[in-house]
């Protein structure tokens, strides 16, 4: 995959290629804060192959209170959420799909992460793989 993105207000720009590590929807309860409520829709692309373009993220370590230790990178202007890093996978990048310039590129998620923060609403697309917590940590 070859993909560019951006923030709403367009001050923030990124690249990515290469093959993606997973495509999947994240119902963590940051993930949740920042969606609105929802699952996050995530793709996971290798950090060394993601830059940013133009602008330098606004960043967010928040260590508290979740399963989900990571690092969450921003425009600083709009606010914007772009991605997350994992504690416990610093190589990889997770990409909010909505970021995306041309979404289409993305398919569809293949696995459902952190389903023990999941509310009953939360529905899920046929068949696609569950994990209770995030599965490569
Ligand atoms: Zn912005
Ligand atoms: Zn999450």
Redesign the pocket.
Known sequence: MDFSGGCYCGALRYHATGKPLFKAL?H?Q??QIFSGGMA?LLIGMPKSLFAYTQGEPAVMLNQSNSE?KAQREFCGHCGTHILAIADSNPEMVSIKVGTMDDISLYGSPEMAL?MDDSRAFHTLPEGIAQYPRWPWS
Do not use: D, I, V, Y
């Open positions: 994240c963590c940051h993930c996050a989900s952190q």
